[in-house]
């Protein structure tokens, strides 16, 4: 599979209609009986988040945090996250958390930043967008999760890449992740990958965040929700199905090595 050369200086790529996306996504969890909740960030702006309880008195289960379209210039994420809600082949024994769009206004405007020109994915050590705020609100109201997954998109890469966060190093999900996405589209093999030491598209970054200034969404994450997160990167200038279809089998991936585990 060849890249198709669109991507000159950003994302050329299809775009899509978030709102009808969004709706899709909210008929389909309205069917699975998932708890539908919007997070208010403005006038007329909300975000929504999807819950599905599996745990019962006697039986705590594996929590699982699903969070994209941070980037509104990515639309593989909203897209995977609607098939993932509309396919509804999870575990029977885990608690879901999926959060399908974090930038609504971003993708109306085909553009990695809200309306505002905020970056989003940098926001989360001194918020002030309004979206932000609003979505770390909702996530301190919600328990801790075994795992979280950022699903996102990168328009200069040359294949599928993640990265992982595993601070305990507890067992790792990334190589599953790896081998699930490589049965439907390329693997980024370079050694170093947005010039970081890269092995078989599996980035593992010693940071400590405090020692960053511009916090993504996945050190808030890691600092408050979890230990064990992963990024995970589909190419942008590969055709639309196959990043949604790398990032679907890479959550499916990660979600049944943690089932299983
Ligand atoms: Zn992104």
Redesign the pocket.
């Known amino acids: 599979m060849q890249k198709l050369g669109k991507n000159v200086n950003g994302y050329r790529g299809e775009t899509i209609d978030i709102r009808a996306v969004l709706e899709d996504c909210v008929a389909a969890a309205c069917a699975c009986a998932w708890a539908i909740e919007e997070m208010q960030a403005a006038q007329g702006l909300s975000l929504l988040a999807f819950t599905r309880t599996a745990s019962r008195a006697n039986h705590r289960a594996a929590r699982i945090y699903i969070s994209t379209g ?2 509104g210039d ?1 639309p593989g994420g909203p897209l995977a996250a609607r098939l993932l809600l509309q396919e509804n082949q999870w575990p029977a024994s885990l608690d879901l958390w999926l959060c399908p769009c974090l930038n609504p206004t971003g993708f109306a405007l085909n553009r990695r930043e809200n309306a505002e020109g905020i970056d989003l ?1 940098r926001q989360y050590l001194q918020p002030r967008a309004a979206e932000t705020v609003a979505h770390i609100g909702w996530l301190q109201r919600q328990p801790s999760f075994d795992l979280c997954l950022c699903l ?2 990168d328009w200069e890469s040359h294949g599928f890449y993640l990265y992982e966060l595993n601070p305990d190093n507890q067992p790792s999900v990334a190589q599953a992740i790896v081998e699930g996405v490589a049965k439907v589209c390329p693997i980024d093999r370079s050694e170093i990958i947005e010039d970081r030491a890269a092995q078989n598209g599996i980035i593992r970054p010693s940071v400590d965040p405090r020692s960053r200034p511009e916090w993504p969404e996945a050190f808030f994450l890691l600092t408050h929700k979890t230990r064990l997160s992963y990024t995970l990167e589909a190419p942008s200038d590969f055709p639309l199905r196959t990043r949604v279809a790398a990032l679907v089998a890479g959550a499916r991936s990660a979600i049944e090595a943690i089932g299983s585990g």
Request: proline share 0%; glycine share 0%.
């Open positions: 941070i980037h990515e994915n996102h998109e």
